[in-house]
């Protein structure tokens, strides 16, 4: 089964880190492009990263360059989300999403992480 | 950025009937290969999002043929033929042509 499972998720403190991870499984992950899109609390999704098949190539939404950084790691089917500077703006349900001929095929049941002291 | 602009926010309908949602973008979504990158996600409630039509009017797969994407130029349309109870939730458009890759804000299809 095709399937995106992310972990990581959590309360953390205003300035504090975060890392997510994405467990992907039953395809051949080195060949896709992987994303990040959040969701925060009852609003509509937002489009955090995306990381090329080799990880040459990674790309953020404005807000939170700088401060998050998208990784891969092939040999473990692997994705990851790591988080710093952390505001509470940035509290939301995180999603891992495969990218699959222009659509986002494949999507993650979501992490919550929660930015609040 | 691209805005992508849904409308309308909120649409009942009664089962059986149609329902049609629209999204329009501030540029063209035209990629030089001629396909137009723009899809629709439906969010039921308590799941995440799922792929219902890519580049403009392809259906994923397993994703029933009352649902259809049309395009002309930089308005898009997303049709239910005869909308079944399984069809609430909120429906986005999304770009994929440039990033930021950006979202409508949504539109809640509710059950009359």
């Known amino acids: 089964e095709v399937q995106l499972v992310e972990s990581g998720g959590g309360l953390v403190q205003p300035g504090g880190s975060q890392r997510l991870s994405c467990a992907a499984s039953?395809?051949?992950?080195?060949?896709?492009?992987m994303n990040w899109v959040r969701q925060a609390p009852g609003k509509g999704l937002e489009w955090v990263a995306n990381?090329?098949?080799?990880?040459?190539?990674?790309q953020y939404v404005d807000s939170v360059k700088g401060r998050f950084t998208i990784s891969r790691d092939n040999a473990e089917n692997s994705l990851y989300l790591q988080m710093n500077s952390l505001s509470a703006e940035d509290t939301a349900v995180y999603y891992c999403v495969r990218l699959y001929s222009g659509g986002f095929d494949i999507w993650g049941q979501g992490a919550m992480v929660t930015v609040s002291s | 950025d691209i805005v992508m602009t849904q409308s309308p926010v909120s649409l009942p309908v009664t089962p059986g009937e149609p329902a049609s949602i629209s999204c329009r973008s501030s540029q063209s979504l035209l990629h030089s290969n001629g396909n137009n990158y723009l899809d629709w996600y439906l969010q039921k409630p308590g799941q995440s999002p799922q792929l219902l039509i890519y580049?403009?009017?392809i259906r994923a797969s397993g994703v029933p043929d009352r649902f259809s994407g049309s395009e002309s130029g930089t308005d898009f349309t997303l049709k239910i033929s005869r909308v079944e109870a399984e069809d609430v939730g909120v429906y986005y458009c999304?770009?994929?042509?440039?990033?930021?890759?950006?979202f409508g804000q949504g539109t809640r299809l509710e059950i009359k």
């Open positions: 580049l403009g009017s």
């Open positions: 039953g395809f051949t992950f080195k060949s896709y492009w």
């Open positions: 999304m770009q994929g042509l440039q990033t930021p890759i950006t």
């Open positions: 990381i090329k098949q080799d990880g040459s190539t990674k």
